[in-house]
Nanobody
């Protein structure tokens, strides 16, 4: 059984930074695409970033230049470094596993429970 556990969400002021972690168990993360998908209050899920089995990374336009996804294969963990956070980055952030490199939430078959990021002055 595959499990993904997110952590690192917090309350931060605009312009601040956070690093989210996604620990994968029951599968080798490097064999799959691991992605970060967020859901803002009252909105649907939105793909933010993903890293594929060749460690190629993909980002939605809204976070390019501000967010960086990376993988520590030894720890079976994927990180999302978020800088210059804005109010509209407020959301629950989920990590998920996919067999393809995609930012579409429907492309993921396993999900974590989510970690909450709140950006507010």
């Amino acid at each position: 059984q595959v499990h993904l556990v997110e952590s690192g969400g917090d309350f931060v002021q605009p312009g601040g930074s956070l690093r989210l972690s996604c620990v994968v168990s029951g599968a080798t993360s490097k064999d799959y695409t691991i992605g970060w998908i967020r859901q803002a209050p009252g909105k649907g899920r939105e793909g933010v970033a993903c890293i594929d089995s060749e460690d190629l990374s993909y980002y939605t336009d809204a976070v390019k230049g501000r967010f960086t996804i990376s993988r520590d294969s030894a720890e079976n963990t994927v990180y999302l470094q978020m800088t210059d956070l804005q109010v509209n980055d407020t959301a629950v952030y989920y990590c998920g596993r996919s067999h393809i490199a995609t930012l579409r939430p429907t492309g993921y078959d396993y999900w974590g429970q989510g970690t909450e990021v709140t950006v507010s002055a």
